[in-house]
């Protein structure tokens, strides 16, 4: 699918001048808004943005999207999934 929008050609230029790739961007965007509304899980948002599990966290993160857990609620939540 291809989605595509319009902005000014003066702003373009500005973001290509500061390097961003405008593509890129805005499919990470609109890929991580859909993971916010529980649309997308995280497995189908790493293989879109055709990242590892790592990458897709510190994306994530990097956009305020990540988990930031204490370390007693991950060690917890590592308990939970221990079989008995």
């Given at each position: 699918m291809k989605i595509s929008?319009?902005?000014?050609?003066?702003i373009e230029q500005q973001l290509r001048t500061e390097g961003a790739d405008l593509n890129r961007e805005a499919k990470e965007v609109y890929?991580?808004?859909?993971y916010r509304q529980a649309k997308l899980s995280h497995?189908?948002?790493?293989?879109?943005?055709?990242?590892?599990?790592?990458a897709t966290e510190?994306?994530?993160?990097?956009?305020?999207?990540?988990?930031?857990?204490e370390i007693e609620e991950f060690e917890a939540?590592?308990?939970?999934?221990?079989?008995?």
């Amino acid at each position: 699918m291809k989605i595509s929008l319009e902005i000014s050609h003066d702003i373009e230029q500005q973001l290509r001048t500061e390097g961003a790739d405008l593509n890129r961007e805005a499919k990470e965007v609109y890929l991580m808004e859909q993971y916010r509304q529980a649309k997308l899980s995280h497995r189908q948002l790493q293989e879109a943005l055709g990242l590892s599990f790592d990458a897709t966290e510190q994306l994530l993160k990097k956009r305020g999207l990540g988990q930031n857990l204490e370390i007693e609620e991950f060690e917890a939540g590592r308990d939970l999934l221990t079989p008995y």
